[in-house]
């Protein structure tokens, strides 16, 4: 019978809409009643095109009791056995009985409410429900964060907490609605069972007017927002429709159907009928569908890596598995921009007569570098309409033996035997040069480049080529610069600490026993964050470096924190000029389009800070090497009630994280 | 193209029966050739209906060379890029070349093959390979061992390692191929990354006549069977199909379409052609069909317990929740016996004349035993076909104040308020019927057993009840027993020493953090053991418990270990007399039909015992109590060289395991 809840549900992806149950004007007797209806209003809204209700856990009855100094409210009544147990996990959510405020000035509504919190908390564990709603009432509610603490400590299950603000600030003595749940949530030891959700009122509150301060609700686990009857106008077509305001901030926060909720409401008409309810589902629907159309595509895609955190690949100390190889050549645009610079090296060469080209490709892995270069000397050819007569020698130099393999097979099936395949650190290819294996090449090409551009120490592999180089080699790629960005989220710094609990990290046994978690460079497809100024070069490297010159770098780079944010780390981007002016970028500002081979990367501060009011913050960074290993080494500078504070030094001496030149 | 091979796959659930390449006859050019047409062999075999195939990892041109002093091999040749890199994984196992062998007798041999072994290893790594398979070639493999070791040590993969041996003991000296097996798993370490195979053989060692000896294998993770044409013979129908014996083997070897795969070869007979393969693949799934039949049905309903430990309850200390209680109730076999019981001891009260009978539910939860109690009533109304008035009065005491809105919920829609509910623990009734809201019972009702009977505390239970008794009241149940019975596992034992990493334990983390995993009893549904001697009787309870003699026991029992054994624990089992000839029963030769609320207990030993002879193991176990608590404590006595061996007392004081009285 509920399956019909189901209706709307599962198989279209359409946002999880609810709707939120608060029935004032009931009687007694009648409360009563409809707490043992719980099935078929489920049914009911179900055959509407909601997905689930949020109900309250004590039962109507119970929610709108009037408690007294006797301490007597009415018991707990929302019988388990009048629904299927899997039906109650499925459709309903449920909130705690609104006169429950442990936080109350009046001790005794706080004592009382402490003790019906803890029953009603114990009732929702035993009907197995997966969240419960609680509306803040207070800007500070510490004994209810302490409340919600012990309960996550003592009892096992996975149940969540959506905590509900309203878009006002009357509540909460004219505080920013965000510093209220930020401050909750720290209360809460910033626990991901935690939630939040945002309650449209019909005046909002200052911060809903400014779009950076909305962008910091992006930046949090917003799961769900309140809408009530009362925010609908009729349109001119008279059809039931949010009003401007409403509609466009919920455009501005609602970005994903999987993890973020709908809940409908009439805290104040209580008699709607059906007709209504599917009104204000469709009225809301019509809000955000354009938004989900441009998203669902993306999501799909990203959805096992978004907030992930990955360790870099070393591709020096470690070999690289045939799936790893398999992802990357997938990413068309890259190898399209490789193409076209190596095109036009070539051109520029024949420009100059060169005949007999010597082509270098070094980690050349499964060949997509040599197919990028057979394209290209194909297309060169025809620039020249053939009326110039060369030959182009392609090496691939590979050092792992697995790919080697590979590289035959397409060198005997795909290339006709035309590359010549060397099996060789490159920083060992004088060696071949000696014994006229190789030839000095007019061109070399590499493809190894991390998150951060220098982070997979292409640096210091290119250095070691530089003696079987000629003076005018061309090296694609010929410069890398990197950038940096701060960011605020809480669910990066959240996978970060549980990190090695929740295995939320591939190659999380790769991370050092004792290291500090929060001191490693990681590659993160950013999710739920927003930025927090502009981004800003960091370091930058040119090739061929023939005078090796030091790879020693060091910046400080200054940011402007806006007030009422939470700094959490630094985004990492790079930008490569292959040749001339043919660039790959994963600037977020100017990001190659549909190039994929790259997240950014992520250097985490160890706490988050706070910043009450808009400050400078200066990021220190290193890059520092030895003979074994080089590492970034990083910390910030900034005032507070003017007073310089230096935070850690952050993996010094790369005690946490190093990249291993063998 | 290679997506035929789930033709007879993934929606069919039939065995997975895979091709076992070993071409002998074939020319190096043509070996070259062939392992380049992967794509195409793996098509040809699933088009037959073959859902994988197990392929040399180096090639077959490399599987097939021949090594010499010189210590050259032919490289490996199996390019990747000859299929997509998810067919790989789905659809191709591969194996070791064969001269590979460490433990050669000649050393240059033995160093060669330890080299070679890390080439191919890492290699299938590289492809994404799940399994690899190796044939052991001699009875002790030490240096194999420890290069398997090594691997998974230091690969981050997922792989496993499908060891090989064959069903008779030329190879081995003579000795037991179990035997030979368990050093070698042992040399692992017992790691869960290793499972073993069975390649029948013409002869069959004795070990394979013998249904006991037999039964060791089921409990080791046998994951496959290499069955070779040569074993096939032709019908009547002239169809092909195993020989008798062969036959019987693989029916008593072949149990679990998931977990367990065939693999068929011929390995003299090189050209055989497709309607052969698909005579053998007939043959071999008509075998092993009508096992399958009987068990896919246990295997959907089971599998996600199967060999998962499980904490037990304490419904003392804990509140269950209702989803518990939902699948509790489910167990019809167990409410229709304590039905029967019910109506068979009202009846004997109406015979001695008793018109208002008092009826006391003990721990009520949801109410099954109260709705077992109004049905037993209807059916004496019945029975006495109306002819004698009495009345029922129902109590039923609860403790848990969650399932008491349940009770009461089923009060007012299904009992017409015809029950009293009275929330207490059941040792605290004195108090009721000082107030007179309770009266003395005719008739008191309980189901508080656990896996091993009084684990979940029911003597302690009922015994404080009874200063609520007369004299004459039936106690429903009246006594109970547990039984033990020794077992081997070696997946037991695995899941017991890897369950804080692994997770495979709901409510791991109710373990406290210092104990010793080993020192508890587990609730778990065996899945991959044998029985290593017939079930012994240990504790009896009986009730009431009038004289309030101790619930302290202790016993000794005595059991034959059968030679080439190993004993990981004891499996416990109950036996419980509901009332007069009335009885539900876990024992395993005895075992109520249908009956599910109970899967077996487990005392575990901390090691692993092997019994090169047979031999007499004492099992020492006490039930032990304070005022806090109940434990176990248990250890074994065995004789070793004429020596007598005591193990380590386990769970001493109930340090790591205890049921607590509150």
């Known amino acids: 019978m509920t399956e019909k809840m189901s209706y709307n549900g599962e198989n279209i992806k359409q946002p999880n809409v609810g709707w939120f149950f608060s029935r004032k004007y009931i009687t007694e007797n009648d409360a009563y009643l409809f707490d043992k209806q719980i099935a078929t209003i489920c049914a009911n809204y179900g055959k509407i095109g909601f997905s689930f209700i949020t109900y309250p856990i004590g039962g109507i009855y119970r929610y709108n009791c009037q408690i007294n100094k006797n301490r007597n409210a009415r018991p707990i009544h929302l019988p388990d056995l009048q629904m299927g147990i899997q039906f109650w996990q499925k459709y309903v959510n449920c909130a705690l009985s609104s006169w429950i405020d442990p936080d109350s000035p009046d001790e005794w509504i706080a004592d009382f409410s402490a003790q019906e919190f803890k029953k009603e908390m114990d009732y929702a564990r035993y009907l197995g429900i997966n969240n419960v709603l609680i509306e803040l009432k207070h800007s500070e509610s510490p004994k209810l964060a302490k409340l ?35 401050n909750f949530r720290t209360l809460c030891n910033n626990c991901n069972h935690l939630f939040v959700g945002l309650a449209f009122t019909e005046d909002l509150g200052d911060e809903f007017a400014s779009y ?155 060949g997509p570098l040599v197919n990028a270069s057979l394209s290209a000397i194909a297309e060169a050819r025809k620039t020249f309409k053939y009326q110039k007569e060369f030959s182009v020698k ?42 006229k294996e190789i030839e000095k090449p007019d061109i070399i090409i590499s493809e190894l480049l991390g998150s951060f551009g220098d982070n997979e120490l292409c640096p210091e592999c290119l250095d070691g080529v530089n003696n079987i180089l000629k003076e005018n080699t061309i090296c694609i790629p010929s410069s890398y610069r990197n950038f940096l960005t701060p960011i605020q989220s809480l669910r990066l710094y959240q996978n970060i600490r549980d990190l090695k609990s929740n295995n939320k990290c591939n190659r999380v046994n790769e991370i050092k ?22 981004t800003k070069h960091c370091f930058e490297f040119l090739h061929p470096n023939l005078t090796n010159s030091s790879n020693f770098r060091e910046a400080s780079l200054n940011f402007r924190i806006p007030k009422n944010s939470e700094l959490m780390g630094f985004a990492a981007h790079f930008e490569v000029v292959l040749y001339k002016n043919i660039i790959l970028s994963t600037h977020p500002e100017r ?57 850690e030094l952050q993996n010094e001496n790369g005690e946490s994280q190093s990249m291993n030149l063998s």
């Not at 603490?149 to 920013?176: A, G, H, Q, R, V």
């Not at 026993?513 to 502009?534: P, T």
């Not at 910043?611 to 890059?623: G, M, Q, S, T, V």
Request: with cysteine; aromatic share 12%.
């Open 394 to 435: 392609i090496y691939a130099v590979e050092k792992n033996p697995n790919a080697i393999i590979s590289l035959q097979y397409c060198n005997e099936e795909r290339w006709k035997n035309s590359v010549s395949i060397i099996q060789s650190d490159m920083r060992s290819l004088t060696l071949f040069l000696e014994s």
């Open 591 to 647: 990001h190659t389009e549909n190039l994929f081979s790259w997240f950014p990367g992520l250097f985490p501060l160890r706490k988050l800070l706070f910043c009450a009011n808009e400050c400078n913050i200066l990021f220190n960074i290193k890059r520092k090497f030895d003979k074994e290993k080089v590492w970034y080494e990083w910390f910030i500078e900034y005032e507070e009630n003017g007073e310089l504070i230096k935070s």
């Open 148 to 182: 919600i603490n012990n309960f996550l400590d003592s009892s096992n299950c996975e149940l969540s907490f959506w905590i509900l603000l309203p878009t006002n600030s009357y509540l909460f003595k004219n505080e920013d609605c965000w510093l209220v749940w930020r």
């Open 212 to 366: 950076k301060q909305i962008q910091r609700w992006k930046a949090e686990p917003l799961s769900f927002i309140r809408i009530d009857y009362s925010l609908f106008v009729r349109g001119n077509g008279s059809e039931l429709k949010l009003t401007d305001v409403h509609s466009k901030l919920l455009k501005n926060l609602f970005l994903n159907n999987q993890c973020q909720h709908l809940l409908l409401s009439s805290l104040n008409y209580d008699e709607l009928n059906e007709l209504v309810f599917e009104e204000m589902l469709n009225g809301s629907l019509d809000c955000i569908k354009e938004n989900n159309c441009k998203r669902v595509i993306e999501e799909e895609f990203l959805d096992e890596y978004m907030d992930v955190l990955q360790i870099p690949l070393q591709p020096l100390s470690n070999s690289l598995d045939s799936s790893v190889y398999n992802t990357f050549e997938q990413d068309k645009p890259k190898y399209l921009q490789y193409q076209k610079a190596i095109k036009t090296a070539l051109e520029d060469l024949l420009l100059q007569n060169f005949e007999n080209i010597i082509l270098i490709i070094l980690g050349a892995g499964r």
């Open 513 to 534: 026993e004792c290291s500090e978690l929060s001191d490693h460079l990681y590659v993160v497809c950013l999710g739920q964050f927003c930025y927090l100024d502009k």
